[in-house]
């Protein structure tokens, strides 16, 4: 059933009860309807595939992942689980779409990479906390003058790092590196740049084992230029998104990116503001739409040259946690305050304003199912207030049928 079509026609929270048309109902749950609106009976069941208090739960080419007890896992295919990181926290977990062998992940207190499905590591290398020490040598065949010193991190990703050390070298001499930071234990590798004799720009001079602790730098032709220099690693605290080649993470009323295919390193101020708190993120080709707590947002021009346009869509908060997208790999779905919205490259699009006025969530989540050839939008919220187009006396009349 093409998702476009779906047409709330069975519920009706608008007319008094007693002129309820034929057809309409006045509250409808736990309910399928199809395109035209009929009530599909008996609804499809249910398959157990894995028992126990299952949260965050995310289905993809690499794995099915979710939240047991506060422990990422994987599921396997005898029906048990695997843990993949421990401790990962009570809050919902958001995963991205696959990056190759690899899903990205992230709540608000635990944040991480799962490769090939199995290992769970750091999202990231955070940059050195500061430059090592620089003592110019009276050896090393080095021309006289300033040079500037930097090192980086390396594990799965080369980490970031701060402004060069400046250290003056004497004709024929070259630069000895000591007291160096004690990187984190996942760090295999220090990265080691140097500038030309007093140039700005720094180029890779080698890199060494992350044990290193003393390093003799001398004349050397470099060609690499250092590209990581005042970039961090993400800090997502929920909601993560893959975009075309980077990942896109909302923090508060900021949405942040990564830099293109370096999904450990991003820019300082690579964010866009909005007016209120982000709820929603959904990507499709050529455009991600923002929901906050009061407006609709289209982005523009993110993959090309120039400034990112931010478009106002639609003057309506956005349920937090209803993100998901269908099968066909361009359309995306969430929930607003009218309602189901399905988001294309060509806008967005009200599925339900028209034929149910649904209450105001604060979270929720949605699924597309498909099953015997019709999709079916599914969706579950908590804390929903009464929608102001609602009949006024439904929850009254309710009651006097005692029904509530």
Not at 241 to 257: A, D, Q, S, V
């Amino acid at each position: 059933m093409p998702s476009t079509d779906i047409k709330l026609n069975g519920i009706n929270n608008r007319t008094r009860p007693g002129s309820v048309p034929e057809g309409k109902a006045k509250n409808a749950v736990n309910t399928l309807f199809d395109k035209s609106g009929n009530i599909v009976m008996p609804r499809f069941g249910k398959t157990v595939l894995y028992a126990g208090d299952v949260t965050s739960l995310a289905e993809c080419d690499t794995g099915t992942f979710f939240v047991e007890n506060g422990d990422l896992k994987i599921l396997n295919a005898d029906g048990t689980a695997s843990v993949l990181k421990s401790n990962v926290g009570i809050d919902r977990v958001s995963f991205t779409k696959p990056v190759g062998d690899e899903v990205f992940f992230s709540n608000a207190t635990s944040s991480g990479r799962i490769k090939n499905g199995s290992v769970a590591s750091p999202w990231g290398t955070p940059r050195p906390t500061r430059q090592p020490t620089c003592t110019p040598t009276s050896f090393g065949g080095m021309y006289a003058g300033d040079y500037r010193v930097a090192i980086t991190w390396i594990a799965e990703d080369e980490s970031g790092t701060g402004m060069g050390r400046r250290v003056t070298v004497p004709a024929s001499g070259g630069i000895y590196l000591s007291d160096l930071p004690t990187p984190p234990a996942f760090v295999t590798a220090i990265g080691v740049y140097v500038s030309s004799v007093n140039g700005e720009e720094m180029w890779f001079y080698g890199d060494y084992p992350a044990s290193t602790t003393a390093i003799t730098l001398s004349r050397k032709i470099c060609t690499i230029p250092l590209r990581t220099q005042f970039m961090y690693p993400p800090q997502p605290m929920g909601l993560v998104l893959l975009h075309f080649g980077r990942i896109h993470y909302p923090r508060g009323t900021r949405l942040y990116r990564t830099e293109p295919h370096k999904y450990g390193l991003q820019k300082a101020n690579s964010y866009v503001q909005f007016d209120s708190e982000i709820q929603t993120v959904v990507s499709c080709p050529g455009v991600i739409y923002v929901g906050t707590l009061g407006m609709l947002y289209g982005l523009k021009n993110i993959d090309g040259d120039g400034p990112i346009r931010v478009e106002e869509l639609q003057d309506a908060g956005s349920v937090k946690g209803t993100e998901c997208y269908d099968p066909d790999g361009v359309s995306a779905y969430f929930v607003c305050n009218r309602g189901f919205i399905k988001a294309t490259p060509e806008g967005l699009e009200e599925l339900t304003y028209a034929d149910c006025a649904l209450p105001f969530f604060k979270t929720g989540a949605t699924t597309v199912v498909e099953y015997n050839g019709s999709k079916y939008l599914v969706g579950t919220f908590q804390d929903g207030e009464q929608n102001p187009l609602a009949d006024k006396e439904y929850l009254a009349a309710q009651l006097l049928r005692n029904s509530l």
